[in-house]
């Protein structure tokens, strides 16, 4: 075959301190190919591409540019061979337009916004874009502003592109699109590397796959000619099975009724909007939405961290069957009201833990001030601590490490058994997974589906569709702070759920328009 | 549009930092140890320089300078150390919880001012009129209430705008300096200097008169460390330090503990006014705080908020400052001699932290492509 090579990797080694994120990597990715790379999270992915970005700088190893030796020591050097990364979080300057942020910091001496519209358009125009050149930032969706940043490393004259998890932040219809233009890209001979964990995806877009696993390079098969579980066992090292349990929810009552939530933010934007559903014991309920359209403060506003406008949070004692309204409650009150409310929130180490404490001391968190002692008692967080290093398989060296020591799957471990160990009523969890391995996924799921047999009402943010159709009982969609559906998760399709989670936007571009 | 600049020949850089995670606390203490000993050689050599005297000679004057002539049986230079190292350490163990909690507390200086002002007043106003014990407690109490005032405002500030705290607790000293200038103008008459006041002197136990000042910081260092270790309220410190939307999520009163906590730190700089004027000077001046409150960030910190390893650390710093000034005296070097190399030595102990946290990669180590 004469493909042509456009990037090469020779033994590329990283180190951080003790931690090895690459280990005599070797890959090649050709002109006119789209390769995925593919691995859990912490295998080095995002290490591997920050090299070659300039980003990094590698330890050990070479990187060949077209067959041509390439020293990367800046993202400008990295310009200057036409590599272009786009990162998952974007780096856009809000109150620019579209074309103020793609020629923003060039140093070709001209600034003329005149002939680089028309560049840019002619871009657009080439591989299907859909974007409004003179629109500002902070007025895009999450998907426009991904463009923006493609078009940006197009403009620069890249011909090696690297997408870091582009399609986290995107629902189906818009990553089908995405795909289609990046399919494009390829047939116009450039090189597109995809960073991604998700296996249907990695099936129906690129042409060869690499697989990276713990920072060592494993291989690279053609994607014609391998299966989801041959995938997952080069990922993981092993076979697994891929299939979450879902029992049919038993003695289902209602736990907690939220009415007409409204909730405003600090610059006055409403955030939530008239949201109101009933979460019910021994059921999982599921929360769909794009990233952002109010999911945290929905959950934060149950927890009781939030001040609402509008609208009252009835919880439905089990034990006394009294109605208690937990609206303007703090969290210290709605605990001393006997409300057994548990909450993994989005930000593990920032919310939900304490990053620089110790396992024993992270325990202590929710149950320090009981007693009247001035004086704290660890001997019951200590127990606690060790139990769950033993039941849920803690990797730790003791139980005195600090929990930003832990690896990611190990920290959601240690907040998700501290918040069962309370013996909740009704569980909210958000995005549990995130940055979780395959194994840890999966001993997540079956804790949550354990409290559903115990009658806990579940509430379960996610963002992979694939999870939410699997597991959950019902999915409520969330859009732009509205409440735009709420589907049997038994029957339901994820182009359904898509489509719920545009429709509130859609209606209010309608109406501006 | 496309950056036609020719690709020229990068150059590999000669080495790069790269932060480590792995270093034992032995390795961490080797280099601090090692750092110190340094330190102390190169306050040596340039005494030496500057002195023409020997290395020996200099170490000599320096202890000399320090302890006195202990070894025959003289303890009156030694008690002046502990008292000098007592003061600076209640400074820096005032300050410690407020670092915890990540408020930046830069004004122990004014803080203990207006606590050594309360006990000023007390002594002279009060003094010949109320009976001794009852002094006391009145001198303990208001200068507590007075540093306490100083501490909270800008913790109220802070807990109900969101000020800054840094530059708020600066502009207190000021404030502090110019309130103490103004009493001393009125109560010194024309000298600008307030005699010794002979009432409300702590007492001397045998003939020291800095026994009261010592045991009492010895007492809070150990009440410091077990507050913040094994208390509640100072688990909370740590926790809002740490994050306060952690804090939030577990149901901490965020600003209720600030401002308790400001309290405290505002009450024990009050307390070390009240050793300076009451237990030591017997007066006050805008001076009487020297600048300590300052060091005292630079403790708290060095002592790694550990109230024993902040001890550790003012013994030294004092020792320094102490014994180099005693060189310097000897030799007819200015006096800010010792105020500089105290300040290097500082300097090198921050420093070290640096190789504690990251390493160097000097060389890139290439290895060939397998085929």
Redesign the interface.
Known sequence: MDRQPAIEL??I?K?????VANK?V?LTAYRGEILSILGENGSGKTTLMNMISGIY?P????IFIDEKE????SPK?A????IGMIHQHFKLVDVFSATENIVLG?E?GKYNLKT?TE?IKKISAQYGFDLDVDKKIYTMSVSEKQTVEIIKVL???ADILILDEPTAVLTPQETEKLFNILRRMRDDGKCIIIITHKLHEVLSLSDRVSVLRKGEYVGTVNTAETTESELTEMMVGKKIELNIERDEPKNTEDRLVVNGLTCVDRMGATVLDDVSFTAKSGEILGIAGIAGSGQRELLESI???QHLAKGEILYLNPKTNAIENLRDK??????NMGVRLS?V?E?R?????????DIV?NM???S??KGH????KRKKPKDLAMRIIRDLEVVTPSASTPVR?LSGGNVQKVLVGREIAASPTVLMVAYPVRGLDINSSYMIYNLLNEQKAKGVAVIFVGEDLDVLVELCDRIMVIGSGRITGVVDGRTTTKEEIGLLMTKSKQEGENANG | MVNKKAIKKHREPPFHVVKRDDMPWWGAWGIRVATIIAAFLLVGLLSMALSGRSLFETYGIMFSGVFGRIFEGRTMMLWKYLQEIAILLALALALTPAFKMKFWNCGAEGQALMGGLASIICMIELGPKLPYPVLIIVIAVTSIVAGAIWGVIPAIFKAVFNTNETLFTLMMNYIATQIIAYYVYIKGGGSNVINPVEYGNFPAVGSNDYFVNIILVAVITIVMFVYLKYSKQGYEISVVGESQNTARYIGINVKKVIVRTMVISGALCGVTGMLLVAGKDHSINVNSVGGQGFTAILMSWLGQFNPFIMAVMTALVVFLRIGVAKVADTALLNSSFSEIMVGVVILMLVGCEFFINYSFKFKHNKKEAKV
């Open positions: 020779k033994n080694t180190r951080f301190g003790k931690v005599d070797n700088f330890d050990e190893g070479q390439a020293v990367i020591t050097d310009f200057s061979y036409k060039l070709d680089s560049e403009y620069r004259g927890a009781g961290l703090t969290p210290m009150q709605i605990r909450f929130p930000d180490l920032g919310m939900g833990l304490v990053g620089n404490m001391d202590m968190l929710r320090y001030s002692s001035v004086f704290l020591r």
